[in-house]
């Protein structure tokens, strides 16, 4: 029997020079809610996720994204350190699939970078990069969805950078957000414009969920 592979690991090269080593684990609950709980309270993070909550009710919430059927939650690393936090989400169980022409090949997804340090020019879009490399691997989506909220000067900006386009405006429960979509071709052809190489080392195992 083969072992299932608990991790995503990949490399991603700039130019042929600058190197960036990540990975993807599935978000384990006894391992990570600390560590989330603190994230959800930074002042980068709270006014958009809204889960500056009290500890247990936020383990109530964590319990629940685990559990959840309809998406898979997964803590990204850079470098060895936990810096990233994404969930990957089936589109027609969200009130998206009510704001524009949803097609199969779809993935819904919501990201966050939890160290503030880590929001500069130069991380920031590296890490949102490999985030959106490991969702299109690993689920072989057409197309990637983000609705982030159309304050979010930090999150839009890295999106539309590495090949997203803004669809428009929706007004979603609790939030006016930014429609944006990411073609997989054209995401790969900003990435092979700009000199970017990625290096699969290894894969997480799949689970069957048909979150695409």
């Not at 685990?66 to 690393?77: L, N």
């Not at 890490?127 to 930090?154: C, Q, S």
């Not at 950078?161 to 429960?173: C, F, K, N, S, W």
Request: net charge neutral; with cysteine.
């Amino acid at each position: 029997m083969t072992a299932r592979q608990t991790y995503t690991e990949l490399t991603i090269k700039e130019d042929g020079q600058k190197e960036g080593h990540f990975s993807f684990r599935r978000l384990d609950f006894d391992k990570d809610v600390n560590m989330l709980y603190e994230w959800m309270h930074q002042k980068h993070i709270a006014p958009f996720w809204k889960l500056d909550l009290p500890m247990e009710d936020f383990k109530e919430w964590v319990r629940k994204s685990v559990e959840a059927e309809h998406k898979d939650c997964f803590i990204g690393t850079y470098e060895g350190k936990p810096v990233c936090y994404v969930i990957a989400y089936r589109i027609k169980e969200d009130p998206i699939k009510d704001y524009y022409d949803h097609q199969s090949g779809d993935l819904g997804m919501h990201l966050l970078i939890g160290d503030r340090s880590y929001l500069n020019k130069e991380d920031g879009v590296r890490i949102v990069r490999a985030m959106i490399l490991f969702l299109f691997d690993h689920y072989g989506a057409k197309r990637i969805v983000g609705e982030p909220d159309i304050r979010n000067r930090i999150v839009i900006p890295v999106l539309k950078r590495l090949g997203g386009d803004v669809e428009g405006r929706v007004q979603l429960p609790g939030k006016r957000a930014a429609l944006i979509t990411g073609e997989q071709s054209k995401v790969m052809k900003t990435l092979q414009e700009d000199g970017i190489h990625t290096i699969f080392h290894s894969r997480l195992s799949p689970v069957t969920k048909g979150i695409v």
